[in-house]
């Protein structure tokens, strides 16, 4: 008998493979929305070239709240930039 609290996967840490991650912010030359497509590299055990994942649609509200914290890590980099040039 199996214990209906134990789950049948684990949770593995894949932190440490991401290469980068980078999204294409843009509007639809077809319908004229926004658009915010990431793509994550990942290290290959194989290889220096990374393995590329993309992902096809971001629901809107993810989207949004991406783009809020994608502006709020730029604007802190240019402010500690320009704190570094005085």
Known sequence: MSDATTP???KINGT???DKLEFLDGISSKTGNPYLLPTLYLQSPVSDTPIRLEFK???PNVSALLRLKLDEINKADVKEFQDGIK
């Open 8 to 10: 049948s996967y684990k």
């Open 16 to 18: 440490a493979l991401v």
């Open 57 to 59: 649609y971001i629901d």
